[in-house]
């Protein structure tokens, strides 16, 4: 049982990090539903955080009222980068791309945050990659295997793939629409968006890690949550203002994208707590490695109810990201027995020089113990011997 209880325990961050991108697997299809009608995203980015500011304040205030620690300037200063390049940068930057190359490439580009945070947390030092270990060597082999599914996924389509249909189809498709490639990669507006995916990789990238040197200096994660999705919603309602100023488009009404809105800023902005505990407990790569699955849980969902199709290049990607990630997974996994290891080994040591220091002093005691006996003994002896002299003398 004891043993059963250890594997659930060292497997929890795994767990929760598959839960997190199933939640964000489906905020990304209602993008992408909302997307088709029109509707202005940074608007509702801004809306997103409204919802996560609304529920994740008071939830800090009941939760960490006894626990969170003095609020500090530079803690203030990293809830505000953490909000920028997590929240309002990365995800405007993100989807702004779409206007100058297509969401197919926008979705690769983006599924290399595994590579570019490793890279950044191995700078930094949060990341000690030891390649001459083979729990090192996996990490990084993972690493680069998982980005090249990704990509794999993404650009390469092959035959299609016949699976089964459940007639649904949430976006009502042309069926006769045929798939429309990205630009030429010589133009200019390909340049742009390529650079504009890069830019919301990397600030995504560096968030992971000042949320990693945050969750050191204020470990109370219902409280940086709050903090984060506060400097956010008040970063991209400002953003919002300045670049739409037609307050129709600010109307929300009972329809999708109310419920977008509703759904990514409360529960998909409540997973930021769990991304951060999964951090202080595996470290950033852990966290962004995962990153790819999303897109396997999107591309299966979108050949359901979205009728996308699937094809051979999906399915090949797919395979390496799995694979990937078990290789980084057991890489990790194995670097944290090493750590273990000598700890164990370094309490044992101390406990056999405690019991041999205990042993030790019983020796000394019984032998002063015993000492003292012999140097009773002789001085009952003497006296004895003594008074029977002083009585032979008397007599």
């Not at 203002?241 to 809105?261: F, N, P």
Request: proline fraction near 3%; hydrophobic fraction near 50%; glycine fraction near 8%.
């Amino acid at each position: 049982m004891g043993y059963l209880c250890n594997v659930i325990q060292s497997s929890k961050p795994g767990m929760l990090m598959v839960v997190v991108q199933i939640v964000y697997a489906g905020m990304n299809i209602l993008y992408k539903l909302v997307s088709e009608n029109g509707v202005n995203l940074r608007i509702l980015i801004a809306y997103r955080m409204l919802f996560a500011t609304a529920f994740m304040v008071p939830l800090a205030l009941i939760f960490g009222r006894k626990t969170r620690p003095k609020l500090t300037w530079v803690v203030i200063f990293q809830a505000f980068l953490c909000g920028l390049l997590g929240g309002t940068l990365a995800q405007n930057l993100y989807f702004e791309s779409f206007a100058f190359t297509s969401a197919t490439f926008a979705v690769a580009m983006s599924n290399l945050n595994p590579a570019i945070t490793f890279v950044l947390a191995t700078s930094v030092g949060l990341e000690k990659p030891a390649l001459g270990t083979l729990g090192g060597i996996m990490k990084i082999a993972g690493t680069v295997i998982g980005t090249g599914g990704a990509m794999l996924f993404t650009l390469y389509r092959g035959v299609k793939i016949e699976l089964w249909s459940t007639h649904v189809d949430l976006l009502h498709h042309d069926h006769h629409q045929q798939h429309v490639a990205p630009s030429h990669p010589g133009s200019n507006r390909h340049v742009i968006g390529a650079l504009l995916c890069l830019a919301s990789s990397l600030s995504y990238a560096l968030w992971l890690i000042i949320q990693a040197k945050m969750n050191e200096r204020y470990p109370c994660l219902y409280s940086v949550t709050a903090l984060i999705c506060t400097m956010s919603f008040l970063q991209s309602i400002v953003f919002a203002l300045c670049t739409e100023r037609d307050w129709s488009e600010w109307k929300l009404s009972w329809d999708l994208r109310l419920l977008t809105a509703a759904y990514s800023g409360i529960v998909c902005s409540g997973m930021v707590a769990v991304i951060a505990w999964c951090i202080q407990a595996r470290g950033p790569m852990f966290v962004s490695i995962f990153n790819p699955l999303s897109l396997l849980i999107v591309a299966l969902v979108g050949s359901l109810v979205l009728e996308e199709e699937l094809h051979l290049g999906s399915i090949l990607g797919a395979a390496l990201i799995v694979c990937g990630l078990y290789m980084v997974l057991w890489g990790k996994s194995r670097e944290m027995k090493m750590i273990d290891q000598p700890e164990s080994s370094k309490s044992s040591q101390e406990f056999q020089s405690q019991s041999s220091e205990i042993a030790t002093a019983s020796a000394i005691n019984n032998n002063n113990y015993g000492n003292n006996e012999s140097i009773k003994n002789i001085s009952s002896n003497g006296l004895t011997t003594l008074s029977v002299a002083i009585d032979g003398d008397s007599s």
